[in-house]
């Protein structure tokens, strides 16, 4: 069993930054792909950035790409996400997600484990 607890969410305005952070239970970090997927009011959750367990591999949903950076420090267990240029419509709750394994998942359906999320709100 892995648990997740994200932060670093809250409120910006347009334009401005966060930096999401995501603490993983598990003595074997460095063997999970790590992701994050948002999900907006009434809207369907989305993926948005991936990173391979060695930290070498990433892939980032298209509306966030030169926006967003994942990485990882698998010393410290924790995943980051770095959200700059934010936008009005970037506003969601932010999870993160873990699963054991060598495939980048952009689907949320691959991925086993979960935190519970942090709420990024950006305001106009």
């Known amino acids: 069993q892995v648990q997740l607890v994200e932060s670093g969410g809250g409120l910006v305005q347009a334009g401005g930054s966060l930096r999401l952070s995501c603490a993983a239970s598990?003595?074997?970090?460095?063997?999970?792909?790590m992701g994050w997927f948002r999900q907006a009011p009434g809207k369907e959750q989305e993926f948005v950035a991936a990173?391979?367990?060695?930290?070498?591999?990433?892939t980032t949903e298209d509306s966030v790409k030169g926006r967003f950076t994942i990485s990882r420090d698998n010393a410290k267990n924790t995943v980051y996400l770095q959200m700059n240029s934010l936008k009005p419509e970037d506003t969601a709750r932010y999870h993160c997600?873990?699963?054991?394994?060598?495939?980048?998942?952009?689907?949320?359906?691959?991925?086993?484990?979960w935190g519970q999320g942090t709420q990024v709100t950006v305001s106009a």
């Open positions: 990173i391979s367990g060695d930290g070498v591999r990433t």
């Open positions: 997600a873990a699963d054991r394994g060598a495939t980048l998942g952009t689907i949320s359906g691959w991925y086993r484990y």
């Open positions: 598990t003595l074997t970090f460095s063997n999970y792909v």
